[in-house]
């Protein structure tokens, strides 16, 4: 890893007010490179070169188109910037497009510039001070109010030294880069290289990127592996958010890879076509209405959407809402994302901000739970954020590792949260590792309230039976669970709701409603089984003068009991069952198997009863069947 601090260093102004020549003077470097650039004199594409400010910093720095038609390009650049330095050139001022940059920039939360008043050589002293208060007046209530004004000279090179000082300054303010987040990476370029194939470069906002990476193109849907790196001219083994990067891809043409793409691990991001946001108006031309349709710029991306005024008729000029995209085409994004919208026709710049909820829901208008949730949303933490989404999706039955891509953050981060979550008791999981089953309590508890009431319903409908049976719960609320995790599931939500006999499930206060007649013809079903103690009897065995469920309600009331056992093909007395194994147990141990003869003759009873019986105990793994022979399990 190269040693140096990495930042990115973005200039903005209007057309010809010298911006490439400026950085042409601080690095020796040429940024136009296209034929068509150098001819015309203006910056069409984004153009990118690097200097070493000292020791410990590197800085990279991006020139952005500044001619009106070119604009978009201009806001693929601003994309992962940690410093702007707005030019604006002495012998004109500030200008339409000046504005309009400054407008972006500051919508889009750039924190940190400096103001270079370039071509000082060409105008008098007075002039220059004039220009000053005039700039001062226009970034007043900007993210430049407070900045720097250095008068330069590109071509006597006059003022760049205290330019670099004043980079250095700020660096030094400037927070830590997210190394530990997915890599994410907006293409700007991608282009073929005889001899490598496709390269595209692109700024890396988040994460670290290595050689052999595995990475998905999107909107493309292309799996491809990173073959090379090359941060700033030099080939390295990896790069860290704040660089830019050129990346060689294998397997890929330069077709699959177009100018706006997203590069990201696989799994890591889910698309969306509709999104929450904050969006900060600037001077509009006229009102805006519901459902005015829009580009919508994020990242190197452009897409069409409309809006939803969720709580207003109609957008103002300079004043901050809470809306709803709707998109034309799905996209991926993260929470605080920064984007610009722009009327659809005529193209102009209505305002900015950031993503609220990357995955969002449709919401209806002026309805103040959902208006109220997104603002919750809006000033919550990340681990409150977390916790949101674990409500929202926990009908899902969701995994941990399912939130992995909602959250488009690294796993060690999302678990780490998540178990903090556990350990204040907002959150249940069941399992193990990234499959475990997450739960949010206050989802367990409309859950908990649901099968009470499902219970309780049963109760009124079948009052006889002591309860409903797991597999009945398990079915109905959770069947899309697997076995291992279904069961922990069930046990932890009747541990101490409900009272659990064997597999039935009651509420607490339930008691079993029986008659004196009932009990009467209970007495009856026991003499019968009685009356051949190990025979398997079903319901046309009994001469009892009921419906076959009202029998099957005494029956489970019995079994619930643990005084009758359900075989196959009908039941038996559970001491009669009880003693008929004790029986079959004993007569192997003391003559090392039993046939369905033996066991037949053993028990007095039938064959049909007997080879049942047999196969129930083989199902239990008490016996063990070897040819026409049982033995005992050990």
């Known amino acids: 890893m190269d040693n140096k601090k990495n930042i990115i260093v973005g200039t903005a102004g209007h057309i010809d007010h010298g911006k490439t020549t400026l950085i042409k003077a601080i690095t020796g470097r040429n940024t136009d490179r296209l034929k068509e650039e150098q001819s015309r004199g203006i910056s069409i594409e984004l153009g990118f070169t690097h200097f070493d400010l000292n020791d410990d910093l590197r800085v990279g720095i991006i020139d952005v188109p500044g001619h009106e038609k070119f604009i978009k390009n201009m806001l693929s650049g601003v994309c992962g910037m940690d410093i702007i330095i707005l030019v604006v050139a002495a012998d004109e001022g500030i200008m339409a497009q000046t504005k309009e940059h400054l407008d972006i920039l500051n919508l889009i939360g750039i924190k940190n510039g400096i103001i270079a008043l370039t071509k000082c050589d060409l105008v008098d002293k007075d002039w220059i001070e004039l220009v000053k208060l005039d700039i001062s007046d226009e970034v007043k209530g900007t993210f430049l109010e407070d900045a720097r004004i250095i008068e330069i000279s590109s071509t006597e090179k006059t003022g760049i030294d205290i330019l670099k000082n004043e980079i250095i300054r700020i660096v030094d303010t400037l927070p830590e ?141 300079n004043k901050e809402y809470i809306i709803q995209l709707r998109l034309e085409e799905p996209i991926i994004s993260k929470r605080n994302d ?44 990340f681990k409150e954020y977390i916790y949101h989404y674990i409500d ?34 907002e959150v249940i999981s069941f399992g193990n590792g990234p499959d475990r089953l997450i739960i949010s309590k206050n989802f367990m508890n409309n859950l908990i309230n649901k099968i009470t009431l499902f219970i309780e319903e049963f109760h009124k409908k079948f009052p006889k039976r002591i309860g409903v049976s797991k597999e009945t719960l398990k079915s109905k609320f959770f069947d899309t669970l697997n076995g291992k995790i279904k069961n922990e599931f069930i046990n932890y939500l009747i541990s101490d709701k409900f009272n659990v006999s064997d597999e039935y499930v009651s509420l607490l206060d339930f008691k079993v409603s029986l008659d004196d007649l009932d009990y009467k013809r209970i007495e009856s079903i026991k003499n019968t089984f009685n009356s051949d103690k190990f025979s398997i009897i079903n319901f046309e065995d009994f001469k009892i003068d009921i419906s076959i469920e009202h029998f099957k309600e005494l029956i489970l009331y019995l079994i619930s009991n643990k005084e009758v056992i359900k075989l196959d093909s009908g039941y038996m007395l559970k001491i009669n069952y009880d003693l008929a194994v004790n029986m079959i147990k004993e007569f192997i141990v003391n003559n090392g198997s039993i046939s369905v003869s033996d066991a037949r003759d053993l028990l007095n009873s039938n064959r049909k009863s007997t080879m049942e019986l047999l196969e129930f105990l083989d199902k239990e793994k008490i016996t063990l069947r070897k040819d026409n022979e049982r033995i005992l399990v050990k």
């Open 177 to 317: 880069k997210d190394l530990n987040s997915n890599p994410r990476l907006y293409v700007d370029r991608s282009f073929s290289i005889t001899g490598f194939g496709t390269v595209v470069t692109g700024t890396l906002i988040s994460g670290t990127l290595k050689i052999d990476d595995e990475l998905l193109i999107y909107p493309e849907n292309k799996l491809t592996k990173v073959r090379n790196l090359q941060v700033h001219d030099s080939n390295v083994n990896a790069a860290f958010a704040g660089q830019r990067v050129a990346i060689n891809l294998a397997n890929v043409k330069k077709e699959d890879v177009p100018k706006g793409s997203v590069l990201v691990p696989n799994n890591t991001f889910t698309e969306s076509s509709i999104i929450d946001i904050k969006l900060k108006t600037v001077n509009l031309p006229f009102a805006i209405t519901n459902r005015t349709r829009f580009h919508l710029y994020i990242g190197s991306n452009e897409v069409l959407c409309r809006a939803i005024l969720l709580e207003d008729e109609e957008l103002e000029s």
């Open 338 to 381: 920064k984007f610009i919208l722009r009327l659809f026709s005529p193209l102009y710049t209505i305002g900015g901000g950031y993503i609220i909820d990357s995955n969002a829901t449709k919401k209806k208008r002026y309805n103040s739970n959902d208006i109220d949730k997104i603002k919750q949303l809006d000033n919550c933490s």
């Open 392 to 425: 929202r999706f926990s009908n899902n039955f969701y995994s941990e590792k399912n939130y992995y891509s909602l959250f488009s953050d690294s796993s060690e981060n999302i678990t780490n949260l998540i178990n903090d979550l556990i350990s204040e008791k």
